[in-house]
């Protein structure tokens, strides 16, 4: 039986772009994105939106399942992308050097954009909020 802190996900479409609202704490929980994704793939490429708004927690695995995640859909000439990461979200992505794999979009209409070539998109900078904050970036180990 599942705890209520258990990842939880509504799966919708804007646009043709497939977008997980997920809730509740993403750890364990490779199985049901796993699922949810397999259920998505069909005609052409699969665009996929990973919203974090509603997600209380991520933890270094729930990190690897995204990460998994994203090798999936890549795998089936896809891409995936990240939005509405909170500031620990973000330290966790920064900390695994995650950051660098990832676009994040602080909202959704240009995450649904950067999947349109022909539209402007304001990208989320996690460069300048690491530096904002003080935090090393890679640049600082070369």
Known sequence: MQGSMDLTFTIRQKEGIWILDLRG??????AILRRAILTMTGGGPLRVVLNFAGLSE??????????FCHAHVV?????LKLLNLSP???NAM???????????????QD???SFFPDRPV??????EWIQDRGMP??????
Not at 122 to 127: E, F, G, M, S
């Open 137 to 142: 970036t890679s640049d600082s180990f070369k």
């Open 25 to 30: 704490r993403l750890g364990d929980s490779e």
């Open 75 to 79: 795998r089936l000439n896809g891409s």
């Open 58 to 67: 991520i933890d270094a695995d729930g990190l690897g399942k995204v990460v």
């Open 88 to 90: 620990s979200h973000l």
């Open 111 to 113: 995450a649904v954009n």
């Open 94 to 108: 920064v900390a695994a050097k995650l950051h660098t794999v990832f676009e994040v979009f602080s909202d959704e």
């Open 122 to 127: 304001r990208r989320y900078d996690i460069l």
